[in-house]
């Protein structure tokens, strides 16, 4: 009797044949988006050993990397130069070029405008890719985004030029969990989550991201990709909250706030340290959980009450530090207004050059509206132009620091002598305890 011809699922079969080619390093590779999410993971799938092409619609950047130079802050150097000797590693700004390729990964910004998620980028991306897609292609979205995006949005484009997500299209969404500056992990050393629109859609995901990093997650859906990552950038955004509230109650009774920190953070378990600073800034942190309290109050009527809550709190650290910027000046008799202070350090974190929602220039606008005479340094910045402050940096020397009324450290690259810093100063406001000489009378932390 002969067996009936078991009927599979087209997708089956499509995830299958896109697992093999992918296992045979046969599958070709088109990124969409070549900032430091995109490029890092085109340079990672061509040093894995597919061929990969990058897709930018900035010519000059498209040019620069086609020639072998690496333009892109927050790209690791190495990983770069690594994947361009394969030869495996090609740049364009057509989009045209998706249709050769087996796995299309769309990376592209996902700011907010008004406090609202602006898809503008996801939505280009989604058109032009659905405009010239191929039956059996694979693709994800990586851009930081809120729940539901990629089935509600960039699917209906993708299926616009005719393909069926789930049949003759794979779709998946895995989070960037790139790092700029922090060579700790490495690419492949961060571990991947990944949800599909359906189970062969994971399968064909996970298999690609398996030959980039050591770790893949897969999750069930694409929703539950997306919320993991706004809920790990949201307990930054919360945890950091909780410290900078507890900062300001520890000032209040005279408590240290970072002794505090350090005997709680020597519970071997259930507890990370976080610490004070003036404020969340980076494009990160600050945006991400926005994403999760807009989707929850659109689509559930309610708000995330805590997001919200937190971003309240570090959103007004700025203010607070220009204030206990001032009480350390009152104290020693100097007022604001008219006070020489110095700078140093304006972007949003250490050793990192990228001034997006600086906390440390909105605390200097506080203290230019106090008509505080400014001046500042930062190794990465030659000029601030924003929040009503327009300075250009000095050039940093013994006779600058020694003639502040106070020296601000906001932003401690490692770069400062703190010891000299810490002589040269009258005063030394250390907002993130960078020194750790709260004792010495000349300085003062948050
Ligand atoms: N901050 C504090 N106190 C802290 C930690 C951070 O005030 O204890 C401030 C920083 O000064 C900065 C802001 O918060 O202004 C964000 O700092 P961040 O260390 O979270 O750095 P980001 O914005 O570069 O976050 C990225 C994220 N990476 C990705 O999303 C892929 C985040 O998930 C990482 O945990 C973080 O880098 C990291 O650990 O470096």
Same mark, same amino acid.
């Given at each position: 009797?002969?067996?009936?011809?078991?009927?599979?699922?087209?997708?089956?079969?499509?995830?299958? #044949?896109?697992?093999?080619?992918?296992?045979?390093?046969?599958?070709?590779?088109?990124?969409?988006?070549?900032?430091?999410?995109? @490029?890092?993971?085109?340079?990672?799938?061509?040093?894995?050993? *597919? &061929?990969?092409?990058?897709?930018?619609?900035?010519?000059?950047?498209?040019?620069?990397?086609?020639?072998?130079?690496?333009?892109?802050?927050?790209?690791?150097?190495? @990983?770069?130069?690594?994947?361009?000797?394969?030869?495996?590693?090609?740049?364009?700004?057509?989009?045209?070029?998706?249709?050769?390729?087996?796995?299309?990964?769309?990376?592209?910004?996902? +700011?907010?405008?008004?406090?609202?998620?602006?898809?503008?980028?996801?939505?280009?991306?989604?058109?032009?890719?659905?405009?010239? !897609?191929?039956?059996?292609?694979?693709?994800?979205?990586?851009?930081?985004?809120? +729940?539901?995006?990629?089935?509600?949005?960039?699917? +209906?484009?993708?299926?616009?030029?005719?393909?069926?997500?789930?049949?003759?299209?794979?779709?998946?969404?895995?989070?960037?969990?790139?790092?700029?500056?922090?060579?700790?992990?490495?690419?492949?050393?961060?571990?991947?989550?990944?949800?599909?629109?359906?189970?062969?859609?994971?399968?064909?995901?996970?298999?690609?991201?398996?030959? @980039?990093?050591?770790?893949?997650?897969?999750?069930?859906?694409?929703?539950?990709?997306?919320?993991?990552?706004?809920?790990?950038?949201?307990?930054?955004?919360?945890?950091?909250?909780?410290?900078?509230? *507890?900062?300001?109650?520890?000032?209040?009774?005279?408590?240290?706030?970072?002794?505090?920190?350090?005997?709680?953070?020597?519970? +071997?378990?259930?507890?990370? /340290?976080?610490?004070?600073?003036?404020?969340?800034?980076?494009?990160?942190?600050?945006?991400?959980?926005?994403?999760?309290?807009?989707? #929850? &109050? %659109?689509?559930?009527?309610?708000?995330?009450?805590?997001?919200?809550?937190?971003?309240?709190?570090? =959103?007004? *650290?700025?203010?607070?530090?220009?204030?206990?910027?001032?009480?350390?000046?009152?104290? &020693?008799?100097?007022?604001?207004?008219?006070?020489?202070?110095?700078?140093?350090?304006?972007?949003?974190?250490?050793?990192?050059? =990228?001034?997006?929602?600086?906390?440390?220039?909105?605390?200097? /606008?506080?203290?230019?509206?106090?008509?505080?005479?400014?001046?500042?340094?930062?190794?990465?910045?030659?000029?601030?132009?924003?929040?009503?402050?327009?300075?250009?940096?000095?050039? $940093?020397?013994?006779?600058?620091? %020694? =003639?502040?009324?106070?020296? $601000?450290? !906001?932003?401690?690259?490692?770069?400062? =002598? $703190?010891?000299? $810093?810490?002589?040269?100063?009258?005063?030394?406001?250390?907002?993130?305890?960078?020194?750790?000489?709260?004792?010495?009378?000349?300085?003062?932390? @948050?």
């Amino acid at each position: 009797m002969p067996q009936p011809r078991r009927r599979t699922d087209p997708a089956v079969d499509l995830s299958r #044949s896109l697992v093999d080619a992918v296992e045979a390093n046969s599958a070709t590779v088109a990124v969409i988006g070549q900032g430091y999410v995109g @490029l890092s993971v085109a340079a990672a799938a061509a040093r894995a050993g *597919m &061929r990969t092409i990058g897709v930018d619609l900035n010519p000059e950047r498209v040019a620069a990397l086609a020639d072998g130079r690496q333009v892109v802050p927050g790209v690791d150097d190495d @990983l770069f130069a690594e994947a361009f000797a394969t030869g495996r590693l090609g740049f364009t700004t057509d989009p045209a070029m998706v249709a050769d390729a087996d796995v299309v990964l769309i990376c592209v910004p996902t +700011p907010l405008i008004d406090s609202r998620p602006d898809l503008a980028a996801i939505e280009g991306a989604g058109a032009a890719v659905g405009h010239y !897609l191929t039956p059996g292609t694979l693709v994800i979205l990586e851009s930081t985004t809120y +729940p539901g995006t990629t089935e509600q949005v960039l699917r +209906p484009l993708l299926e616009a030029g005719g393909r069926v997500a789930g049949e003759d299209l794979l779709l998946a969404y895995s989070p960037e969990r790139i790092n700029p500056g922090d060579h700790a992990h490495g690419f492949a050393g961060v571990p991947r989550v990944v949800g599909g629109l359906t189970p062969p859609c994971t399968e064909a995901a996970a298999a690609f991201y398996g030959r @980039l990093v050591d770790v893949v997650h897969p999750v069930s859906s694409c929703r539950a990709a997306e919320l993991a990552k706004l809920l790990e950038n949201t307990y930054r955004l919360v945890n950091i909250a909780l410290v900078n509230e *507890m900062a300001q109650l520890c000032a209040d009774q005279g408590i240290d706030t970072w002794e505090v920190i350090d005997a709680a953070a020597t519970k +071997p378990f259930g507890f990370q /340290a976080f610490y004070p600073g003036p404020g969340v800034g980076g494009h990160c942190i600050p945006l991400d959980p926005a994403y999760l309290t807009w989707q #929850s &109050r %659109r689509d559930t009527g309610r708000p995330f009450r805590l997001v919200e809550l937190a971003k309240d709190i570090n =959103d007004q *650290m700025p203010s607070y530090t220009a204030r206990r910027i001032m009480d350390s000046l009152n104290k &020693r008799g100097v007022a604001v207004k008219g006070a020489k202070l110095l700078a140093l350090g304006v972007t949003y974190k250490p050793d990192v050059g =990228d001034v997006r929602e600086s906390a440390a220039i909105q605390v200097l /606008a506080h203290l230019s509206s106090w008509e505080a005479k400014l001046s500042f340094h930062d190794p990465f910045v030659t000029a601030i132009d924003e929040h009503g402050v327009k300075l250009r940096r000095r050039r $940093l020397t013994e006779d600058l620091v %020694r =003639d502040a009324d106070a020296v $601000l450290l !906001l932003t401690p690259h490692a770069t400062y =002598d $703190l010891e000299e $810093l810490a002589a040269w100063s009258s005063l030394l406001f250390d907002a993130r305890n960078a020194t750790g000489r709260r004792d010495d009378p000349n300085i003062e932390v @948050l």
